[in-house]
């Protein structure tokens, strides 16, 4: 092969892939096999690319003939990231940042030399060469989060060993925004956070990070946004603070977690939805899987304020894992119902499907007797709960059976004088009538008669309106009478006041739940008006946004 045909080739650092130059110019400079970016673009501010600055090194590449290229850790829009050993200690490991010059930003180095953070690598050493800016960091490790999806199948880290690495990025995120003035690092990717043998996660490319200051001016390289990664705000230059670093935070986890990148921004303020988590890995926690949706919300004000608040769910989560019994206690709440259904539903031949708990929760025997031996308690203080909530029930109705029970005229008489009267002892009253007493035993007669006339509800009438007892009053037996007629009217005029009443309450109370009703359906119009409101602004504003950078 000719020199002229070799320098019209150029081999993927990452795949290995041989790529020519026409090829790579109509792909955007991309290999046809892995899609890395080979080179350094020019890209002018409508997009287009004018050029490039510079190739990428190869493996086996010699930086200032000190730093031996091992690997690309990764690619982005105005850097490369290299594992390269230094030859002049030992091979020593090392991560060296490529930019170019016109695009560097001194910026980055001065933010870094006064940061102090376990998963903040430092600048030991920075060097231009050939137009090239080489910053060399503090760093042990060989491979990023990005390089490390790539190992699983269909790309997805499994959820226990993502929590440990996606904790520690939530710690460094809460030291960045702790400073005064708080530090939004703006680039939050699967390549630029770094591994190393150890477990330690390091963030780095800090590139296009800044200062969250109200009346500072966004610096130029930090207009950047990446592609499903960078919040709304960040993509149409509206400002970004604390919660746009939530949303990369989330954004990375969902890729991670699922193999899937979520949606650009601006795709998803044009109506594309974003796939649930759980429709892509059926086991994630139901708690995991409600602080990533709600971290990715387009609007801020409904994201996590703090990214403690979205470190309290992994820490949680965390716990569950070290204790299993607890750790299952989301997954096993449904299995403890479909066991009472069961139960309760076995007798009429209907089985329910067993359900499987999610592998990889029960580790050992011991851990899995215990579980049961907790099943099997909740069983048993369940059925005792049961019977003693149907025992009290009957006690209720039978209570409420005796109270509400009609009673008998002769009952009624009972409950108001205190003294038992029963059919005979009227008779034997009646017969006493024509006996050789004489008066008297008619004037008990006649008593008796008037107390049973009077129900007890005349009775109480009588005591609220402070009258005597009309045996007590002396009058004729007509007079009697009369009494007894006009106090039944009375009754029966505040049955019908309180017949009206209770109408009117009724009638109220409905009146009350429409006007409710009403209320809630107006109230729900008006949101929903409100929210395509502001999507349509936020359209309309992205759509400015972009042709004020054309």
Not at 95 to 102: F, Q
Not at 179 to 197: F, G, T, V
Request: aromatic fraction near 4%.
């Amino acid at each position: 092969m000719s020199t002229q045909e070799q320098q019209e080739q150029h081999v993927c650092p990452t795949c290995g892939t041989a790529n020519e130059l026409d090829a790579l110019a109509k792909r955007e400079y991309r290999c046809s096999q892995c899609n890395l970016e080979l080179a350094h673009l020019d890209v002018a501010a409508n997009g287009v690319i004018r050029g490039i600055f510079g190739w990428l090194h190869g493996v086996g590449d010699t930086i200032e003939n000190r730093y031996q290229v091992k690997s690309v850790l990764g690619k982005g829009g105005f850097g490369a990231t290299y594992l390269v050993e230094d030859l002049r200690l030992s091979g020593k490991r090392r991560a060296v940042k490529e930019v170019p010059e016109l695009l560097f930003d001194e910026y980055e180095t001065t933010l870094l030399s006064r940061l102090n953070h376990p998963s903040i690598p430092d600048i030991i050493d920075r060097n231009v060469v050939e137009g090239m800016v080489y910053l060399v960091l503090e760093f042990g490790g060989s491979r990023t989060l990005g390089g490390e999806r790539k190992q699983y199948p269909e790309r997805r880290i499994p959820q226990a060993k993502l929590l440990p690495w996606m904790r520690q990025l939530c710690e460094v995120l809460i030291y960045l925004h702790s400073q005064d003035p708080p530090i939004i690092h703006r680039d939050l990717k699967p390549d630029n956070i770094l591994l190393d043998e150890t477990g330690r996660i390091m963030l780095i490319d800090f590139g296009i990070a800044k200062e969250s200051k109200p009346a500072t001016m966004t610096r130029t390289l930090g207009r950047a946004a990446t592609h499903g990664f960078s919040p709304p705000e960040q993509a149409m230059g509206t400002g970004t603070d604390e919660r746009s670093d939530i949303y990369a935070l989330a954004a990375t986890f969902y890729a991670l977690l699922t193999g899937e990148n979520p949606p650009a921004a601006h795709e998803r303020v044009a109506g594309k939805e974003l796939v649930p988590p759980s429709q892509i890995v059926p086991d994630i926690s139901p708690r995991l899987e409600a602080a990533i949706l709600q971290a990715l919300n387009l609007n801020v004000n409904h994201r996590q304020q703090t990214v403690k608040e979205f470190s309290q769910v992994l820490d949680a989560l965390n716990q569950d894992i070290q204790n299993p019994v607890t750790h299952t206690k989301e997954y096993t709440e449904r299995t403890v119902m479909v066991g009472r259904t069961i139960g309760v539903t076995g007798a009429t031949g209907f089985h329910t499907p067993s359900i499987k708990l999610p592998s990889g929760r029960i580790t050992s025997a011991k851990t899995a007797s215990t579980l049961e031996a907790a099943t099997q308690q909740v069983s048993r203080r369940n059925v005792i709960l049961l019977i003693a909530g149907i025992t009290i029930v009957l006690v209720a109705i039978l209570a409420t059976g005796y109270l509400l029970w009609p009673k008998t005229d002769s009952e009624k008489v009972e409950t108001a004088t205190g003294e038992p009267t029963t059919e005979e002892t009227k008779t034997e009253e009646t017969t006493t009538s024509g006996a050789t007493i004489g008066e008297p035993a008619i004037k008990v007669q006649a008593d008796e008669k008037k107390d049973v006339g009077k129900s007890s509800a005349i009775v109480e009438v009588e005591k609220k309106l402070g009258k005597q007892d009309i045996s007590e009053t002396g009058q004729t037996g007509g007079d009697d009478k009369a009494a007894d007629v006009a106090m039944q009217k009375d009754i029966e005029e505040k049955k019908k006041r309180e017949d009206k009443n209770r109408k009117l309450r009724a009638q109220a109370d409905a009146d009350a739940k429409r006007k409710a009703e009403r209320k809630a359906e107006d109230q729900r119009k008006a949101k929903a008006a409100q929210e395509a409101e502001e999507r349509r602004r936020a359209i309309d504003q992205f759509g400015s946004s972009m042709q004020r950078r054309q």
